[in-house]
């Protein structure tokens, strides 16, 4: 108890600083892949902090990470702070950012006598480029035991799955002619694409539940007396499991392929955005949270709820235990929507950015602490993975 007190203390002597990082660039919203601001400013109160900082990772360059102490436990807190377009910070990665970097400045001070390390690794553009997908492929979470961050919401939530994602693009090709004059000279790349739609849409009659699988006409023709020659459809297919998702992701594959032998068109199918898997939180890990908030006065909590949106923290959970746990910035607020955009700029907002960073912070201490605890969510990473492969 001794520690969490310590870093507690160390947050709220430093709280001016965490909840101008969140205000600042909540106020300043930048697009995946060029938070530079952002990072500017995590790095360098992080540098402030004692941290040694490496800037750019694996080819992304508003990625970071910032390491202080030796050894393992390795406890990795991650920060998103990438904003939507036009919407500005309406997924509130303001908080996130901020509070990854305010426990790890709660920390530093006690890093050396807890032992261990503790890794902030700067993770850009969840939104739309999936960020922590190409630093898990490129082995940024080698060698770290736990990886930690919270997402504000709209309530106080300790484990959400996610659904794995596949994102295709299908380009139908066929040949021009006048629709009218000469329509036996066309071969119709518009038709290609609409029986791929009929295709999936006679495949979802065989679908496990949970399976989603939503496309549009990105183009479909130019004029209604030309036979198209060329069009394009994108899907995002997501499932509860990547070992279900790839299975259907081939059906879907092979539909496309029966939709161009039956229209004479020649297809192409490639991935648009990189691939997510599906969330598995750490149950042990989560609770250890869910302890440290109920520590922190934080009573109404709920522990599981299904999700069906996807997250490149899905990639994380596959390499290494990970908790991705919610807590409200305001009741019934709706992310990516203009109040969750001020919501997360708001004194709540700010609030919860400072909680944030206590509980992530005492869990970390619980981590570098309890080897038992370690263990447990060691186990139950190894049970998940064994679990996600059957
Ligand atoms: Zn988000």
């Known amino acids: 108890m001794k520690w969490k007190e310590q870093v507690s203390t160390e947050i709220h002597a430093r709280r001016r600083d965490v909840e101008h990082l969140a205000l600042t660039i909540g106020k300043n919203p930048e697009l995946g892949f060029e938070e530079v601001e952002a990072a500017r400013l995590l790095t360098g109160a992080l540098e402030g902090a004692g941290y040694t900082v490496t800037r750019g990772l694996a080819g992304l360059d508003t990625a970071f990470k910032a390491t202080l102490g030796e050894g393992n436990p390795n406890i990795a807190l991650l920060c998103e702070y990438d904003a939507l377009p036009e919407l500005g910070h309406a997924c509130g990665h303001n908080l996130i950012g901020a509070a990854s970097v305010g426990a790890a400045v709660g920390l530093a001070p006690f890093v050396e006598s807890l032992g261990g390390r503790i890794t902030v690794l700067g993770t850009p553009a969840e939104e739309t480029g999936s960020g922590k997908v190409v630093l898990v492929d490129a082995g940024v979470f080698d060698g770290i035991d736990a990886a930690m961050m919270f997402h504000p919401s709209s309530l106080n939530l300790l484990m959400a799955s996610s659904t794995a994602l596949d994102a295709y693009e299908f380009e139908f090709i066929g040949k021009a002619a006048h629709a009218a004059d000469s329509p036996e000279e066309g071969i119709n790349a518009l038709d290609g ?25 990105s183009e479909g023709g130019t004029a209604p007396n030309i036979v198209p020659a060329r069009a394009v459809a994108r899907f995002y297919i997501r499932a509860p499991r990547r070992e279900m998702l790839d299975r259907i992701t081939e059906k879907v594959l092979h539909i496309a392929d029966g939709a161009a032998l039956m229209t004479g068109t020649v297809v192409t199918a490639r991935e648009f955005e990189l691939a997510t898997d599906n969330l598995m939180p750490s149950q042990p890990l989560a609770l250890a949270f869910g302890a440290n908030l109920q520590g922190l006065g934080v009573t109404d909590i709920e ?3 299904e999700g069906r949106g996807s997250s490149d923290m899905g990639n994380v959970s596959r390499v290494v235990p990970s908790i991705h746990p919610y807590l409200s910035i305001g009741d019934g607020l709706v992310a990516h929507t203009p109040e969750f955009a001020r919501a997360s700029v708001s004194q709540e907002g700010l609030q919860v950015a400072i909680l944030a960073a206590e509980a992530l ?20 990473h190894v049970r998940l993975k064994e679990s996600a492969i059957a």
Request: without cysteine; proline residues 4%.
């Open 193 to 217: 694409v609409l029986a791929l739609f009929g295709g999936i849409n006679a495949l979802r009659e065989h679908l496990p539940d949970g399976v989603r699988i939503h496309g549009i006409i």
């Open 303 to 305: 522990e599981f709820v």
């Open 361 to 380: 912070a005492h869990t970390a201490v619980d981590l570098l602490t309890d080897p038992l605890l370690l263990k447990a969510v060691q186990e139950e």
